[in-house]
Each structure stands twice: as structure tokens, then as C-alpha cells.
Nanobody, 122 residues
């Protein structure tokens, strides 16, 4: 069982940066692929980025490529999402999630955090 807690969200102006963190409990963190998802009001939840258990493989949604970077520190049981050049359309609740496989589909993720709000003002 893995419990996930996100932090680092907030209000930022367009063009600014934020770094989200997701702290995981449990000794099996390093065996999970980790994903960041987001959900804006009135929209479906979408995958933003995924990182493999080793950190050797990654996936980014087209909307964030070149601006966001996902990373993980297995010794600290933490996954990060560095978000640069933020845009108003990045405004959403951001969730981290853990999956037994490397996948961008939310249905494959068994463990979810509570979410952290990111608001980008224009």
C-alpha cells in the first residue's frame, strides 16, 4: 500500500515556475511508476507526465513538453514536477499517482494523492 501527499501548489503569474512534490509512504515506492495528472474545472483528468520506477523513462503530454520536468528520488520516496514557463491554461488541481506499470492512462493507477491547486494568473 502506498499513500501519497502532494505539496508545492499555489498562485503564480504567467511565465513563472513552481515545483510540486509528492511524498510517498511505504517501502515499495521504488517499484512503482509515478505519474502527475491534472484536472481543470469542467474538464477531464489528464496525464501530464510519467516516470518509470528507475527514473530511466519518462512521458510528457504535448502541452507541457519542454516546460515541465518529472523526476524522482527513490531514497527519499519523493517524486517531483518542475513546472517552468507556466501558462494560465496550466491552472488545475494536480495529482500524483502510483502504478505498477508505466502508463499514461489514469485507470492503471491504483494510488492517488489528494491533489494540490495550481493557479496561473495572466
Amino acid at each position: 500500500q502506498v499513500q501519497l501527499v502532494e505539496s508545492g501548489g499555489g498562485l503564480v503569474q504567467a511565465g513563472g515556475s513552481l515545483r510540486l512534490s509528492c511524498a510517498a509512504s511505504g517501502r515499495t515506492f521504488s517499484s512503482y511508476a509515478m505519474g502527475w495528472f491534472r484536472q481543470a474545472p469542467g474538464k477531464e483528468r489528464e496525464c501530464v507526465a510519467v516516470i518509470s520506477w528507475s527514473g530511466g523513462a519518462g512521458y510528457y503530454a504535448d502541452a507541457v513538453k519542454g516546460r515541465f520536468t518529472i523526476s524522482r528520488h527513490n531514497a527519499k520516496n519523493t517524486v517531483y514536477l518542475q513546472m517552468n514557463s507556466l501558462k494560465p491554461e496550466d491552472t488545475a488541481v494536480y495529482y500524483c499517482a502510483a502504478s505498477g506499470i508505466f502508463d499514461r492512462l489514469s485507470t492503471t493507477y491504483d494510488h492517488w494523492g489528494q491533489g494540490t491547486q495550481v493557479t496561473v494568473s495572466s
